[in-house]
C-alpha cells in the first residue's frame, strides 16, 4: 500500500486544517491507519488512530492533547483518512505522517509509531 498526504499548511492559532490520507490498495491491505507527527528535536508521536476493518463502526484513539480539537475518520469508498484539527495551537506544529499496517494492535498500541509499517512522506502544519 501507498500512503499520499496532502492539506498541510500555515494557519493562526485557533484556526482549522484537514489533512488527507489516500492509501492504494487500501481494502485488502490495511487494518489501522493514523496520523503522528514529528516537531524538530522532538520524536515522532501519535496523535490519532483508527481501526479499518470491514464496514464499521471503527475504533478511533486519540493522544490527549489533541482530545476534543482532533477528529479522525474514513471515507472507505475514496480510500482515505483525514484527521479534522480544529482548534489549532502553536505547539501542533509538525510533519505530520499518515501511517497504515496490516496488522491491528492492541488499543494501548494504537498510538505507536512502531505498530506501523507503512507510512507517507509527511506534509508541514504551522501554527503561529
Known amino acids: 500500500v501507498q500512503l499520499v498526504e496532502s492539506g498541510g499548511g500555515s494557519v493562526q492559532a485557533g484556526g482549522s486544517l484537514r489533512l488527507s490520507c489516500a492509501a492504494s490498495a487500501f481494502t485488502y491491505s490495511t487494518n489501522c491507519m493514523g496520523w503522528f507527527r514529528q516537531a524538530p528535536g522532538k520524536e515522532r508521536e501519535g496523535v490519532a488512530a483508527?481501526?479499518?476493518?470491514?464496514?464499521?463502526?471503527?475504533?478511533?484513539y486519540l493522544t490527549d492533547s489533541v482530545k476534543g480539537r482532533f477528529t479522525i475518520s474514513l471515507d472507505n469508498a475514496k480510500n482515505t483518512v483525514f484527521l479534522q484539527m480544529d482548534s489549532l495551537k502553536p505547539e501542533d506544529t509538525a510533519v505530520y505522517y499518515c501511517?497504515?499496517?496490516?496488522?491491528?494492535?492492541?488499543?494501548?498500541?494504537?498510538?505507536?509509531?512502531?505498530?506501523?509499517?507503512?507510512w507517507g512522506q509527511g506534509t508541514q502544519v504551522t501554527v503561529s
Open positions: 501511517a497504515a499496517d496490516r496488522r491491528s494492535p492492541l488499543p494501548s498500541q494504537q498510538l505507536n509509531p512502531g505498530s506501523y509499517g507503512t
Open positions: 483508527m481501526t479499518t476493518t470491514g464496514d464499521g463502526p471503527y475504533s478511533t
